[in-house]
């Protein structure tokens, strides 16, 4: 299982970073105990659907549990406390290392985007699955998923649009 | 696909690319130590503890009152008098010890006369 896990290891930590809003330190960590929980047997793959798929679906919910928890963390309670998010998606340092400008346009507009919407787009997209595969990874029906799709590719481009225009 | 479709793929080929060459190794994600976090509950009782703290020492007396200032405190409380003390002295209004004369011989006083009732009963 390890090596499988190896395997996918580039792949995983690109799905992680999506789910963690390319926050590099917490995708590691997410993906860490992600693995941990595959290898220990806390989250088992019974082949309903391909490793891929299974795994991706672990990453997203420790993902959530992540978020959560650093929700609660008292140290980022005070950071929002002190200096509440800034809108500005530039100011996230995993943008600021994105030599290529369309690639830094694309990471900050989908930023913009809702979650789910995100979620579709990147596994579509960088990830190559087809909508189905999407949908039954995110736990919802293909016509939401294809709802979610059309919409986030809409307002993608037109974010798009805009960066290219400012 | 469309012309659009090319472009968002070729965006997230790029992107896919970038992140492809800043991945770390796989056994490094394996067996890193994540940052301990201290969780929301405990950081609340901690600061629970040190507002009870602060106001405990902010209650508690500094220093035993000195002999003189507890002798000095009582002399003025053996000496205290009531404002309305005033109030119950009598200087102007005096109370008579006995009840006053009164004569009446101004006065005449009619006698009461009784109609005297028949004898006999008027049946």
């Known amino acids: ?166 | 696909m469309s012309e659009d479709d090319r472009d968002l793929r070729d965006r997230f080929v790029r992107l896919r690319r970038h992140d492809a060459g800043r991945t770390p190794a796989f056994r490094a994600v394996l067996e890193r130590s994540s940052r301990p976090r201290v969780p929301l509950a405990l950081a609340a009782a901690g600061l629970a503890a040190v507002v009870l703290a602060a106001l405990l020492l902010a209650r508690w007396p500094r220093t035993a009152p000195a002999h003189d200032v507890a002798l000095a405190q009582a002399r003025a409380l053996s000496s205290w008098t009531a404002p309305t003390d005033g109030l119950l002295e009598l200087s102007v209004l005096e109370i008579p010890d006995s009840l006053p004369n009164l004569s009446l011989t101004s006065l005449a006083i009619p006698e009461l006369t009784t109609p005297a009732t028949t004898s006999g009963d008027s049946r």
């Open chain 1, 1 to 166: 299982m390890e090596a499988a896990l190896e395997e996918l290891h580039a792949e995983s930590f690109g799905w992680a970073l999506a789910c963690c809003d390319r926050d590099r330190t917490l995708a590691e960590d997410v993906l860490q105990a992600a693995y941990v929980k595959v290898l220990d047997g806390r989250a088992v793959f019974e082949g309903r659907s391909s490793l891929k798929t299974f795994l991706f679906g672990v990453i997203r919910r420790t993902a959530m549990e992540h978020r959560r928890a650093r929700w609660l963390d008292a140290g980022g309670l005070l950071r929002r406390l002190v200096a509440p998010p800034s809108v500005a998606v530039v100011a996230d340092p995993e943008l600021e290392v994105l030599s290529d400008e369309r690639s830094r346009a694309l990471a900050g507009a989908l930023e913009r985007l809702s979650r789910r919407q995100k979620e579709v787009l990147h596994l579509v997209f960088y990830q190559d699955l087809t909508l189905d595969e999407a949908a039954s990874l995110l736990g919802i029906a293909p016509g939401s998923a294809r709802r979610h799709y059309d919409r986030g590719k809409a307002r993608l481009r037109r974010l798009l649009g805009e960066d290219r225009r400012g």
